[in-house]
C-alpha cells in the first residue's frame, strides 16, 4: 500500500498529504510498512485489530481485547456492515467515535483501537499554509 500511495503521488498532481490506512489482522509486514510510510512523509492511520473498531465507536464505546471476527459480527449488528453502511450509518456520530478514541495516540493502537480518527480531524479541520500543511504528528 505504501508504495502505491508513493507511485500515485509521484504519478500526477500535488497532495496536502497522503495517509495510508492499515488493519493490523491484515498486514502481515505492518512495522515496515509504517517505516517505510514515515520515511516517505506519509501519515499512517492504522486500527487495531480491524476498521470495525473506528465504525463500532460510532455507536457505542468498546474497550476490551476483541478478535477481529467478533468485531465485524459487532458492525453487522449495529448496522455498520459493508451493505448496510452508505444507507444506514450515523455519520453525524463521528464526534462519539472521536471522543471514544482519543486515548489512541501510538502509531500502533492496541487492541482495540483506531488512528481513523487522525484523519477525520484532519479533514474537519480549516486548511493551513504551507507544504504538507495537514500534517498529523
Keep these: 500500500m505504501v508504495e502505491s500511495a508513493k507511485a500515485r503521488s509521484e504519478r500526477g498532481g500535488s497532495f496536502d498529504t497522503v495517509w495510508c490506512v492499515f488493519?493490523?489482522?491484515?498486514?502481515?509486514?505492518?512495522?515496515?510498512?509504517?517505516?517505510?510510510?514515515?520515511?516517505?512523509?506519509?501519515?499512517?492511520?492504522?486500527?487495531?485489530?480491524?476498521?470495525?473498531?473506528?465504525?463500532?465507536?460510532?455507536?457505542?464505546?468498546?474497550?476490551?481485547?476483541?478478535?477481529?471476527?467478533?468485531?465485524?459480527?459487532?458492525?453487522?449488528?449495529?448496522?455498520?456492515?459493508d451493505e448496510d453502511l452508505v444507507r444506514r450509518f450515523p455519520y453525524s456520530s463521528y464526534r462519539n467515535a472521536l471522543e471514544r478514541g482519543q486515548l489512541c495516540a501510538a502509531p500502533v493502537p492496541n487492541n482495540p483501537g483506531s488512528r481513523v480518527g487522525a484523519v477525520i480531524q484532519m479533514l474537519c479541520s480549516p486548511p493551513v499554509s504551507g507544504p504538507n500543511r495537514h500534517r498529523q504528528q
Design 23 to 81: 488493519d493490523v489482522d491484515d498486514h502481515s509486514r505492518l512495522a515496515e510498512a509504517v517505516a517505510q510510510a514515515e520515511e516517505f512523509g506519509f501519515n499512517v492511520a492504522i486500527s487495531n485489530p480491524c476498521f470495525e473498531v473506528w465504525l463500532i465507536w460510532h455507536f457505542e464505546d468498546l474497550t476490551a481485547h476483541h478478535s477481529s471476527r467478533q468485531l465485524k459480527r459487532r458492525a453487522k449488528k449495529l448496522g455498520a456492515s
